[in-house]
Nanobody
Framework: QVQLVESGGGLVQAGGALRLSCAAS????????MGWFRQAPGKEREFIAAIEWGSIITYYAESVKGRFTIFRDNAKNTIYLQMASLKPEDTAVYYCAAGRILSSTQVAWSSWGQGTQVTVSS
């Protein structure tokens, strides 16, 4: 099991930037993918971005492509989500997740962090 702790959320004005961190502990494998999800009030949790521990492959939702960047520091067992050009619709609780890769398009997301609030004011 992987334990995840997010940090870095907060209040930012539209157009601003914020960086989220996710520190992982426990068992991490090269066959795992790390991801960021978010959930806004009254909406379902949605996928934002993902990266694999064992490669540089990254994945993004269309809604954040070009504005958000996911990257990792293997030495610190930490992944980051650099968010830029933030919009009010990016307001949500952001969650870090870890999962075992089942196929090129499927991941069994099994570990979740507690979430961190990001609020973008207009």
């Amino acid at each position: 099991q992987v334990q995840l702790v997010e940090s870095g959320g907060g209040l930012v004005q539209a157009g601003g930037a914020l960086r989220l961190s996710c520190a992982a502990s426990g068992r991490t494998f090269s066959s795992h993918r790390m991801g960021w999800f978010r959930q806004a009030p009254g909406k379902e949790r949605e996928f934002i971005a993902a990266i694999e521990w064992g490669s540089i492959i990254t994945y993004y939702a269309e809604s954040v492509k070009g504005r958000f960047t996911i990257f990792r520091d293997n030495a610190k067992n930490t992944i980051y989500l650099q968010m830029a050009s933030l919009k009010p619709e990016d307001t949500a609780v952001y969650y870090c997740a870890a999962g075992r890769i089942l196929s090129s398009t499927q991941v069994a997301w099994s570990s979740w962090g507690q979430g961190t609030q990001v609020t973008v004011s207009s």
